[in-house]
């Protein structure tokens, strides 16, 4: 019984910044591995970043690393993802999500936001 809610998505120009947000409610926060993957039109969803529970460990996929940044504040009920240095290729919904199981397979996140669009402009 948790509920996720992305805000932050937009319209930004490539080479520019962006910072999504994740308010969940529901189940203690800090007691859930928390992600974020994202689904361009045509394309499979595909994994982006997690966070562990403590917030000491974070995951990338190989194509944000660098850039992207995955953090949370769990006083806040809140997991951020920092975007920068933004690609056109990284235009695509973007979707919060939670697991209790913290196995980062894409079948193991057990709740999803409904997503937020990013659109990078060229």
């Known amino acids: 019984q948790v509920q996720l809610v992305e805000s932050g998505g937009g319209l930004v120009q490539a080479g520019g910044s962006l910072r999504l947000s994740c308010a969940a409610s529901?189940?203690?926060?800090?007691?859930?591995?928390m992600g974020w993957f994202r689904q361009a039109p045509g394309k499979e969803r595909e994994f982006v970043a997690a966070?562990?529970?403590?917030?000491?460990?974070?995951y990338y996929v190989d194509s944000v690393k660098g850039r992207f940044t995955i953090s949370r504040d769990n006083a806040k009920n809140t997991v951020y993802l920092q975007m920068n240095s933004l690609k056109p290729e990284d235009t695509a919904v973007y979707y919060c999500?939670?697991?209790?199981?913290?196995?980062?397979?894409?079948?193991?996140?057990?709740?999803w936001g409904q997503g937020t669009q990013v659109t990078v402009s060229s």
């Open positions: 966070i562990s529970w403590s917030g000491g460990s974070t």
């Open positions: 529901g189940r203690t926060f800090s007691n859930y591995m």
């Open positions: 999500a939670a697991n209790t199981n913290g196995i980062l397979r894409l079948g193991m996140w057990d709740y």
